[in-house]
């Protein structure tokens, strides 16, 4: 094993998280950890079946005496949010994830850890091939892209499952149990541009740093620092005359943006303007974003560029950026601390001749939603842009009444001699989608605790994932 993974327990979770960290899996691209999960079903004489969009099901018979229980279904996707630090070199797509532990932490070198939700996966398998543990008929569901719009979950055809409770190992907090998720949709902006010969004398590239980014659900009520609003605030600073060559910024639709560049002419005489409104927007930035205090802006001159955006572009462009919301939008009025309705500004897309953005809208309150996209379709229209719909996820309205969550409620209670908090979350989870399709099942979401999720700042707790899995095992045993 890992010398950074050696030594803890319990032992099978950490060998099984250790082999998927190796394995390439950005979402849209599971073949390889699909093909070793058929592998391991195979090694281990379990039955499988892998649908047409990728899922693959893996099913084990109950403990001996346990043949009469009621099957369980657990859940975990295989994707993760592939992304790092803009000064690593790193190929998702070949090499393995470097783990990195500090005392209770386990974290990955300059790039997403994927414990969202290769946690989930590494607990399913260790399940699977412990035939100590005592439980009865279980179906392991493995779904593919869930980060990128659900699509596994979506494409999961009716008869597949036959089990009545279904617990979904992607939640980020061993002291919450999640009922219920928000809604969401995705959607880009899109607009023709056009482009003119330069006539300045020096060229700027101006890249925003030290930003946290984070979860577009579980992040965006933490004041976190959205690159794309730092830098369009900055460039609305210059009072005099400037162009734009390019503009690129963020990367998932739903994580906020931490990085930012966009490349300007300008004329040599209004350089230390340009130093001047930097050094200002970094402390008026950092006031407002008080995670984010690395914060600052990296200005460095560049060759000369040949086109740049017409100046009616450019206002464009300046215009949209502005006048998009972002952050929070309102909160649960019933829930302490809980957001409702949310939008995230998460990408913006400079080519020759177009601009893209996307954003990612949420909401517990489907039409609070819809009014929310509403209201971005009206300033999209009012601007000339248009609207491009990509994908939704459907909400996932508590049940108080969930006979699974007070079985689980329990056996907290007995492990640790405490009360879990019973939650729904600002955060799109596949229970929402599954329902659809599965009606009547009976769903939870745990796991262990995690943070900085969909950023190269990500974290899993190793104690957490101890604690969790203990309450898993005991949970199957007590079902």
Not at 13 to 23: N, Q, T
Not at 115 to 126: F, K
Request: hydrophobic share 40%.
């Amino acid at each position: 094993m890992n010398v950074v993974l050696k030594g803890l327990e319990p032992t099978l979770v950490w060998e099984y998280f250790e082999k998927i960290a190796k394995i390439p899996r950005c979402s849209g691209k599971e073949e390889k950890i699909c093909s070793y999960l058929i592998s391991f079903a195979k090694k281990n004489k379990l039955s499988y079946k892998k649908d047409k969009v990728g899922n693959v099901l893996i099913k084990k018979n109950a403990s001996v005496g346990k043949e009469n229980s009621k099957t369980i279904i657990l859940q975990a996707h295989v994707d993760m949010v592939c992304e790092k630090e803009p000064n690593i070199k790193f190929n998702f797509d070949k090499e393995p994830i470097q783990l990195r532990r500090n005392n209770d932490w386990l974290s990955a070198k300059g790039t997403t850890l994927g414990a969202d939700n290769g946690i989930g996966v590494a607990m399913m398998l260790s399940v699977l091939s412990d035939n100590t543990l005592i439980h009865g008929p279980l179906e392991c569901l493995f779904t593919v892209s869930e980060e990128t719009g659900l699509y596994g979950a979506k494409g999961l055809k009716k008869g597949v499952l036959f089990g009545g409770c279904l617990i979904n190992l992607d939640f980020g907090d061993d002291k919450e149990f999640c009922i219920g998720s928000a809604g969401a949709e995705g959607f880009f902006i899109n607009k023709k541009i056009t482009r003119i010969k330069s006539n300045k004398d020096m060229y700027l590239e101006i890249s925003v740093s030290g930003l946290l980014g984070g979860h577009s659900g579980v992040d965006i009520n933490k004041n976190r620092g959205n690159s794309i609003k730092i830098i369009t605030r900055l460039l609305n600073e210059f009072k005099f005359n400037f162009e734009i060559c390019s503009f690129d910024a963020g990367n998932k639709l739903n994580a906020i943006p931490r990085d930012a560049k966009v490349v300007i002419g300008i004329d040599k005489k209004d350089y230390d303007v340009v130093i001047s409104a930097a050094k200002k927007i970094e402390i008026k930035s950092t006031k407002r974003v008080v995670f984010d205090k690395k914060l600052s802006f990296l200005i460095k001159t560049i060759a000369r560029q040949k086109q740049v955006l017409s100046e009616n572009s450019k206002k464009e462009l300046l215009s949209i950026l502005q006048s998009l919301p972002n952050g929070i939008i309102s909160m649960e009025k019933k829930m302490i601390n809980c957001v409702e309705t949310s939008i995230n500004l998460a990408k913006v897309s400079l080519s020759d001749n177009s601009l893209e953005i996307g954003l990612f809208a949420r909401s517990s309150n489907d039409e609070k939603l819809q009014k929310l996209v509403s209201d971005v379709k009206v300033i999209v229209n009012k601007l000339g842009f248009e609207f491009i719909f990509d994908h939704s996820v459907p909400s996932w309205q508590p049940d108080i009444n969930s006979k699974l969550c007070k079985t689980m409620v329990s056996v907290y209670e007995d492990l640790y001699h405490s009360k879990p908090k019973i939650v729904s979350v600002h955060a799109g989870l596949e229970p929402g989608e599954l329902l659809k399709k599965y009606p009547n099942l009976d769903c939870i979401s745990v796991g262990p605790l995690m943070e900085n999720l969909h950023s190269p700042t990500e974290r899993l707790s190793v104690s957490s994932t101890r604690w969790v899995y203990g309450l898993l095992v005991k949970t199957l045993e007590k079902l």
